[in-house]
């Protein structure tokens, strides 16, 4: 095959992508662009927005350090960084609902491209990719994510296990401590939008199954049970720091939580 007959069929490729990317996002704008004319609801939007002087009077260091406190827990989980989002969205929009609609809006953009970039990436396919994440950006199960301001924490923690997939990806091409670290750092910042990113190990163990094909089930030998050891003992550090995450925000005594 020649050199030119490869470039085509890269630029084909790219050609595609980047049609299925324009397709997703258009597919998602039509679904959910009407929430630009929305208002704020009466169920968890005042705790979370309307009716909190922390979130109402934008970001600034009191809101802050509001925003990592234990306070809120009395009523909800700690989720420092979903507050300064909605903080964020005050700042530039103020109380306009239909831009605070819109951010999540966006958020779901951005998971739904991840995501197909994802799979792209660790399967090579193209179009099963694509048709993977058309599910995701329209399916009826993220209708309260996307449509519902106080669920902000939903799309915003999805963002951030969306990043951890990908640099996991990234860093079982080529292990390596940095990126490791990076991992880390991206589920860090979806337990602080949410704490709910308990079951990643496990996802990341089935990633090592397929597509990333780290484990062979059906092999076996001393370098197969090494290479599998090697693999769920780099998880063990993953799930004591998504645990200490979910002790903090859990584990405190306190009545009258919201999920």
Same mark, same amino acid.
């Given at each position: 095959?020649?050199?030119?007959?490869?470039?085509? =069929?890269?630029?084909?490729? +790219?050609?595609?992508?980047?049609?299925?990317?324009?397709?997703?996002?258009?597919?998602? *704008?039509?679904?959910? $662009?009407?929430?630009?004319?929305?208002?704020? =609801?009466?169920?968890?939007?005042?705790?979370?927005?309307?009716?909190?002087?922390?979130? +109402?009077?934008?970001? !600034?260091?009191?809101?802050? *350090?509001?925003?990592?406190?234990?306070?809120?827990?009395? +009523?909800?989980?700690?989720?420092?960084?979903?507050?300064?989002?909605? #903080?964020?969205?005050?700042?530039?929009?103020? #109380?306009?609902?239909?831009?605070?609609?819109?951010?999540?809006? &966006?958020?779901?953009?951005? !998971?739904?491209?991840?995501?197909?970039?994802?799979?792209? +990436? &660790?399967?090579?396919?193209?179009?099963?990719?694509?048709?993977?994440?058309?599910?995701?950006?329209?399916?009826?199960?993220?209708?309260?994510?996307?449509?519902?301001?106080?669920?902000?924490?939903?799309?915003?923690?999805?963002?951030?296990? &969306?990043?951890?997939?990908?640099?996991?990806?990234?860093?079982?091409?080529?292990?390596?401590?940095?990126?490791?670290?990076?991992?880390?750092?991206?589920?860090?910042?979806?337990?602080? %939008?949410?704490? &709910?990113?308990?079951?990643?190990?496990?996802?990341?163990?089935?990633?090592? *199954?397929?597509?990333? $094909? /780290?484990?062979?089930?059906? /092999?076996? $030998?001393?370098?197969?049970?090494?290479? *599998?050891?090697?693999?769920?003992?780099?998880?063990?550090?993953?799930?004591?720091?998504?645990?200490?995450?979910?002790?903090?925000?859990?584990?405190?005594? %306190?009545?009258?939580?919201?999920?």
């Amino acid at each position: 095959m020649s050199l030119t007959h490869l470039i085509t =069929i890269n630029h084909i490729k +790219r050609s595609q992508v980047h049609l299925i990317c324009l397709g997703l996002v258009i597919s998602i *704008i039509v679904c959910y $662009g009407q929430v630009k004319n929305f208002e704020f =609801i009466n169920f968890d939007d005042p705790l979370y927005v309307t009716e909190n002087k922390h979130v +109402r009077s934008g970001v !600034n260091k009191e809101n802050i *350090i509001w925003a990592f406190g234990l306070e809120e827990k009395i +009523r909800t989980y700690w989720h420092p960084l979903s507050w300064l989002s909605h #903080m964020l969205d005050v700042q530039f929009y103020g #109380m306009n609902p239909g831009q605070h609609h819109l951010t999540n809006v &966006m958020l779901h953009i951005l !998971n739904t491209l991840l995501l197909f970039y994802l799979l792209h +990436r &660790m399967t090579g396919a193209v179009w099963q990719s694509a048709f993977v994440a058309a599910l995701f950006a329209v399916h009826p199960i993220n209708v309260e994510s996307v449509a519902w301001v106080a669920e902000r924490k939903n799309v915003l923690s999805t963002f951030f296990w &969306m990043l951890t997939l990908l640099t996991y990806a990234f860093y079982a091409e080529k292990p390596g401590v940095v990126k490791y670290i990076v991992m880390l750092t991206c589920v860090a910042l979806g337990l602080l %939008a949410k704490p &709910m990113l308990v079951t990643l190990p496990f996802v990341l163990l089935l990633l090592d *199954i397929w597509p990333l $094909g /780290r484990i062979k089930l059906l /092999r076996s $030998g001393s370098d197969h049970r090494r290479i *599998i050891t090697h693999i769920i003992v780099e998880k063990v550090p993953l799930f004591f720091f998504i645990r200490a995450f979910d002790l903090f925000s859990f584990g405190f005594p %306190a009545r009258g939580w919201q999920l």
